[in-house]
């Protein structure tokens, strides 16, 4: 049985469609990166399988639970690190985890145990008697993390855990996700490539309440790439290469990657990949009388297909 399981799911705030058929599973001990720019539906899909909010239709499952006809078992198994973490700023540290534990039904040694356990994973120990609103915002990335943690779930759901920290406190933080998914089921919602791919075995792309990629994430470039980009480097003028490479048949519209003086980088890629791809482009450049200084084809990467997938202009047409 999946750990999670999601079909079909639908929402809509009144007439926005925000959710528009989602269905994906999840096995236990996955490292799931839900990836999508802002607006996509991924704080929606989480709050549906946290039991926040009811879809419109459609159904989730976690550990076989229905999520809406039993939401207390869907809990129990569920820590949520949610996007806004709402933290009790009177209270220190220890206290708010304390209050947290006795909300999950937790007490005595267990509780006092359980606060030890996640104290020591999240590095709090010189914070716990700070009243939270002391607490850098970094600081109070790790509290919000404790409190997921608190009643040893089987799965974590992290919703932009370091959107608004500063690189170092971005690095600890993933540190703390990497310990937390080993031997546990998690998602890690972001829009930050770099994340998904330091932390996470697959990927699902989600764009406009629909999901374009689903797959591991060394594979999906690869799969998404479609033709390869060539990267081509001249001396000469910008307008004059922009134009040599409109002209090749099947060219898509050519990026430029890199400029320094009058030297410039243009990546170009050539529907169809034909074999003489690279022939054609050198024969387009020399065509206008540039002088080529570097040729080479250049392997896709996650944001390629992230770019490809999500681009607003390409769902205009
Ligand atoms: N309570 C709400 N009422 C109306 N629209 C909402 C509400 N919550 C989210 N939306 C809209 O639904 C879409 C998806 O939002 P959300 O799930 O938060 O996306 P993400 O987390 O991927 O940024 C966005 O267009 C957002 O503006
Ligand atoms: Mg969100």
């Not at 356990?117 to 999240?122: F, H, K, M, N, S």
Request: hydrophobic share 45%.
């Amino acid at each position: 049985m999946p750990m999670i399981e999601v079909a079909d799911l639908r929402k809509d705030y009144g007439s926005f469609r925000a959710l528009d058929g989602v269905s994906f599973t999840l096995d236990r001990g996955e490292i799931l990166g839900f990836l999508g720019p802002n607006g996509a539906g991924k704080t929606t899909t989480m709050k549906i399988l946290t039991g926040f909010l009811y879809p419109t239709s459609g159904r989730a499952t976690v550990a076989g639970h229905d999520v809406m006809e039993n939401s207390v078992e869907v809990r129990r198994r569920i820590g949520y690190l949610p996007e806004h973490t709402p933290l009790y700023d009177d209270m220190t540290v220890s206290e708010y985890l304390h209050t947290c534990g006795r909300l999950r039904g937790m007490a005595g040694s267990r509780l006092a145990e359980r606060k030890q356990a996640v104290i020591g994973l999240t590095a709090l120990g010189a914070k716990a008697r700070a009243p939270i609103h002391t607490l850098s915002k970094g600081y109070r990335q790790r509290v919000g993390l404790a409190q997921a943690l608190l009643h040893e779930p089987e799965i974590i759901i992290l919703d932009e855990p370091t959107v608004g920290l500063d690189p170092n406190q971005v690095v600890d933080v993933r540190a703390i996700m990497r310990e937390v998914g080993r031997d546990r089921t998690v998602i890690l919602c972001s829009h930050i490539l770099s994340e998904v791919e330091a932390v996470c075995a697959r990927v699902i792309i989600i764009n406009d309440g629909r999901i374009v990629a689903d797959g591991a994430t060394a594979d999906l470039a690869r799969q998404h790439a479609g033709a390869p980009l060539y990267r081509v480097q001249v001396e000469g003028s910008l307008a004059a290469l922009t134009a040599a490479l409109q002209q090749l048949p099947g060219a898509s519209q050519p990026v430029l990657a890199q400029a320094g003086g009058s030297n410039y980088c243009i990546e170009v890629s050539i529907a169809g990949a034909p074999v003489d791809a690279a022939a054609a482009i050198m024969a387009a450049v020399n065509s206008v009388g540039l002088r080529l200084v570097a040729l080479e084809p250049r392997h896709a990467t996650l944001e390629d297909v992230f770019r490809k997938l999500t681009r607003p202009t390409e769902h205009a047409a």
